[in-house]
T-cell receptor, first 112, second 115 residues
Framework: DAKTTQPNSMESNEEEPVHLPCNHSTISGTDYIHWYRQLPSQGPEYVIHGLTSNVNNRMASLAIAEDRKSSTLILHRATLRDAAVYYCILRDQRNRDDKIIFGKGTRLHILP | EAGVVQSPRYKIIEKKQPVAFWCNPISGHNTLYWYLQNLGQGPELLIRYENEEAVDDSQLPKDRFSAERLKGVDSTLKIQPAELGDSAVYLC?????????????FGQGTRLTVV
């Protein structure tokens, strides 16, 4: 399975944008890039996913590099409620046995 | 619409006792997952169902763990007998279908403590 690399932790100020990076240099052309987050004492929560083009939804934006070897999850205006562990995950659309494999993620701290 | 429902939310048992966790996925979701999450780690897949068929149970410790998904809806995960090292959060998730272009929805999990 293609792997992802994320910083262990990041800090950001409340009400400012947050850019969470993810490196996936061995990504294949059929891998979707998914982001989940996990708030304290909660199960993981789907955030966004994309294949090649940038994606926007009500929670966040996903910016995918042109060579697809990296991506960035953008929270446009962080709130205290966005403090969580953010996981960047690759999922292969060719694989019928595709599964969601979590790494250690990035722990995001929001400073008031 | 109700999300993925898991029960119980917390469970404390003595070692060597059996324990069971229950999951009710989102209505109409064919794919169901059970994950285990140790403190400070990401979730690890135990088993994945497509309808009532377990299509990936390679990470399930079959000597003590078992799971079932009768009628392709609710699912139960059982541990018998429990060991101290089984203390963890057990998460259930569901998705509409299999495949990389879908999202999964997770329950709040069951926190198991084995004493």
């Amino acid at each position: 399975d293609a792997k992802t690399t994320q910083p262990n932790s990041m800090e950001s100020n409340e009400e400012e944008p947050v850019h969470l990076p993810c490196n996936h240099s061995t990504i294949s052309g059929t891998d979707y890039i998914h982001w989940y987050r996990q708030l304290p004492s909660q199960g993981p929560e789907y955030v966004i996913h994309g294949l090649t083009s940038n994606v926007n939804n009500r929670m966040a934006s996903l910016a995918i590099a042109e060579d697809r070897k990296s991506s960035t999850l953008i929270l446009h205006r962080a709130t205290l409620r966005d403090a969580a562990v953010y996981y960047c995950i690759l999922r292969d659309q060719r694989n019928r046995d595709d599964k969601i494999i979590f790494g250690k993620g990035t722990r995001l701290h929001i400073l008031p | 619409e109700a999300g993925v429902v898991q029960s119980p939310r917390y469970k404390i048992i003595e070692k060597k006792q059996p324990v069971a966790f229950w999951c009710n996925p989102i209505s109409g979701h064919n794919t169901l997952y059970w994950y285990l999450q140790n403190l400070g780690q990401g979730p690890e897949l135990l088993i994945r169902y497509e309808n009532e068929e377990a299509v990936d149970d390679s990470q399930l410790p079959k000597d003590r763990f078992s799971a079932e998904r009768l009628k392709g809806v609710d699912s139960t995960l059982k541990i018998q007998p429990a060991e101290l090292g089984d203390s963890a959060v057990y998460l259930c998730a569901s998705s509409l279908r299999a495949g990389a272009n879908t999202e999964a929805f997770f329950g709040q999990g069951t926190r198991l403590t084995v004493v």
